[in-house]
């Protein structure tokens, strides 16, 4: 199976702050089939980026994803308040359709 | 609007049967994938399984397969989990979502815990 690692494991920022959340498979993702979540605690991951770049349909725009083969990334631009929280990318180009370990961003 | 709403899961003892619901509204459901995910205390999403929207077609995670069933009745829109032979390692958030892998719409989430 395909394993994805996220890094980093925590990142401590501000309001305001650009970030960029990094995630890396153990092989090429075929056809960039890769999607990242965002989740907060008690509540269902909530899917932003799929096919490594496409925005859901509703998340804002300051959320990007980028990257292709094994090599990913998502941008958020401007950080707000309300997304602070764990991120997941997974993989769907392969079964099992792995994710990673998560990213947590929290509030400096 | 799309609604996904789960019913089932609890407390078993390991060895013993489970079985998760999901029923959902606001779409063509013959038209979807749907599938289910789970969620560890402490640990990232990992997805368990999925079925086709004619239910012709079904795929599972290695360490599920054969000890758990998905199914769906598409006259209820629904979609089902039976788990068997249940053990320690199962215990967790259980997701019902629309999608064959990746999750547009999720449900509440169902806590499993398997424990003696």
């Known amino acids: 199976e395909i394993v994805l690692t996220q890094s980093p494991g925590t990142l401590s920022l501000s309001p305001g702050e650009r970030v960029t959340l990094s995630c890396r498979a153990s092989?090429?993702?075929?056809?960039?089939?890769l999607a990242w979540y965002q989740q907060k605690p008690g509540q269902a991951p909530r899917l932003l980026i799929y096919g490594a770049s496409s925005r859901a349909t509703g998340i804002p725009d300051r959320f990007s994803g980028s990257g292709s083969g094994a090599d990913f990334t998502l941008t958020i631009s401007r950080l707000e308040p309300e997304d602070f929280a764990m991120y997941y990318c997974?993989?769907?180009?392969?079964?099992?359709?792995?994710f990673g370990q998560g990213t947590n961003l929290e509030i400096k | 609007e799309v609604q996904v709403v789960q019913s089932g899961g609890g407390l078993v003892q390991p060895g013993g049967s489970l079985r998760l619901s999901c029923i959902t509204s606001?779409?063509?459901?013959?038209?979807?994938?749907m599938m289910w995910v789970r969620q560890a205390p402490g640990k990232g999403p990992e997805w368990v399984a999925n079925i086709k929207g004619d239910g012709s077609e079904e795929d599972y995670v290695g360490s599920v397969k054969g000890r758990f069933t998905i199914s769906r009745d598409n006259a209820k829109n629904s979609v089902y989990l039976q788990m068997n032979s249940l053990r320690a390692d199962d215990t967790a958030v259980y997701y019902c979502a629309r999608g064959g892998a990746v999750g547009d719409y999720w449900g509440q989430g169902t806590l499993v815990t398997v424990s003696s």
């Open positions: 606001g779409f063509t459901f013959t038209n979807y994938y």
């Open positions: 092989q090429s993702v075929s056809s960039n089939y």
């Open positions: 997974q993989q769907y180009g392969r079964s099992p359709h792995t």
